[in-house]
């Protein structure tokens, strides 16, 4: 079945994002009378799909590729068997626009698809406890990296009384988010939500963060319902339970829909180079007037990198950071790739001869010297 560009705005679907887009790439298995469809959740193999006449358990047997990035996920828009079929199965996945990925804990350094199709991705941050910017950095890298715009909500605000602080603490996540629009929220209170709506408008948005960051009460007060569980977080710590165990898409009274996912443990970058340059963009800037291209800001002469550092103009945390992330992420695509590894294992090794050079000049002779006698 055909839908006219007309009657895409009307259709069942449109709610949940269907598009002029989605309807051009299904043309293909319209004529073969499957279903277009919009994946809710996902379950050991099989899946929920909404489609014009409602959510559709179906087995993903058909689409278990060998590469773990094409697996059925959240958000993702598949074609599926029609009415009558029994069982039903999800015939194949659409192309995605867009991926939040991050590296699995596995040693073959594979990637994980958290949620597929999406605008947004809402990074969840909770002040009842000690901010880490460090992990703020890390989750916008991914999500600039996915193709999605990012987010930043600090929740729980109420916990914090002092304004002043409160402002601080704004001004130090609005620093480690260069480009990023960043709101303060008291999910139970309402306060924040409806900006936050208003931000997210009516596309799709992927809540992300720690157990405990108040991710199931913020979709509660975003969905208007009671839709996800919520138990208090322990005192000790302000870590959640996971009450939040599948990732799920919920649509939104006023349009768009919400992806609410577990809370993530590790965040492991995954082939997010161009995140990571994004997140750390005044970086980018200083690095320009380096003497060396291929500066790495660390002991090379003229870096203007560590000048603007030094000057004030940088913190030193946020190259620390930086560095970090850089490293990290260079270890995730060497493993994948023959000719970055190489590159690397080049690049270490000139970085071990500077490191000789130094300690050669430090002690009083350089490699034009000859050696003191014995």
């Known amino acids: 079945m055909h839908f006219s560009s007309s009657s895409v705005s009307s259709h069942p679907l449109a709610a949940y994002g269907w598009d002029e887009g989605w309807e051009t790439e299904f043309l293909p298995y319209s004529v073969q009378s499957l279903l277009p469809g919009r994946v809710v959740r996902v379950d050991r193999g099989m899946c929920d799909v909404v489609t014009e006449a409602g959510v559709v358990r179906a087995d993903t047997e058909f689409v278990v590729p060998r590469d773990p990035m094409k697996v059925v996920c959240t958000g993702d828009w598949v074609a599926v068997d029609p009415a009558g079929s029994d069982p039903r199965y999800v015939r194949t996945l659409l192309p995605r626009r867009t991926a939040f990925v991050r590296s699995t804990s596995s040693k073959r350094s594979e990637g994980q698809i958290l949620a597929a199709n999406v605008d947004h991705a809402v990074v969840a941050m909770s002040l009842a406890v000690d901010l880490d910017l460090g992990r703020v950095e890390r989750f916008l890298a991914l999500a600039w990296e996915s193709g999605a715009q990012p987010v930043v909500v600090l929740t729980k605000a109420d916990l914090v009384p002092d304004p002043v602080t409160l402002s601080h603490l704004v001004e130090d996540v609005v620093a480690s988010a260069p480009g990023v629009p960043v709101l303060t929220v008291c999910a139970r209170e309402g306060e924040g939500v409806q900006e936050l709506a208003a931000l997210i408008g009516r596309g799709t948005s992927v809540l992300l963060g720690a157990s405990g960051?108040?991710?199931?009460?913020?979709?509660?007060?975003?969905?208007?319902?009671?839709?996800?569980?919520?138990?208090?977080?322990?005192?000790?710590?302000?870590?959640?339970?996971?009450?939040?165990?599948?990732?799920?898409?919920?649509?939104?009274?006023?349009?768009?829909?919400?992806?609410?996912?577990?809370?993530?443990?590790?965040?492991?970058?995954?082939?997010?180079?161009?995140?990571?340059?994004?997140?750390?963009?005044?970086?980018?800037?200083?690095?320009?007037?380096?003497?060396?291209?291929?500066?790495?800001?660390?002991?090379?002469p003229g870096c203007a990198v560590?000048?603007?550092?030094?000057?004030?103009?940088?913190?030193?945390?946020?190259?620390?950071?930086?560095?970090?992330?850089?490293?990290?992420?260079?270890?995730?695509?060497?493993?994948?790739?023959?000719?970055?590894?190489?590159?690397?294992?080049?690049?270490?090794?000139?970085?071990?001869?500077?490191?000789?050079a130094a300690g050669e000049a430090k002690r009083g002779r350089g490699p034009w010297w000859p050696a003191p006698p014995r």
């Open 213 to 300: 960051a108040g991710k199931s009460t913020l979709a509660n007060a975003l969905v208007g319902d009671d839709v996800m569980d919520v138990q208090a977080t322990r005192d000790m710590d302000g870590k959640g339970r996971h009450t939040t165990t599948t990732r799920n898409l919920l649509p939104l009274p006023d349009g768009g829909v919400l992806i609410d996912t577990p809370g993530l443990r590790g965040v492991g970058l995954w082939d997010a180079g161009g995140g990571v340059g994004q997140v750390f963009s005044e970086i980018a800037e200083f690095a320009r007037d380096c003497r060396f291209h291929d500066c790495a800001h660390d002991a090379e």
């Open 306 to 356: 560590r000048a603007a550092v030094d000057e004030g103009e940088l913190p030193l945390r946020r190259l620390e950071s930086y560095r970090k992330l850089v490293r990290e992420n260079q270890r995730i695509v060497a493993k994948s790739d023959a000719r970055v590894r190489a590159g690397v294992r080049q690049d270490w090794k000139r970085r071990q001869a500077e490191g000789r």
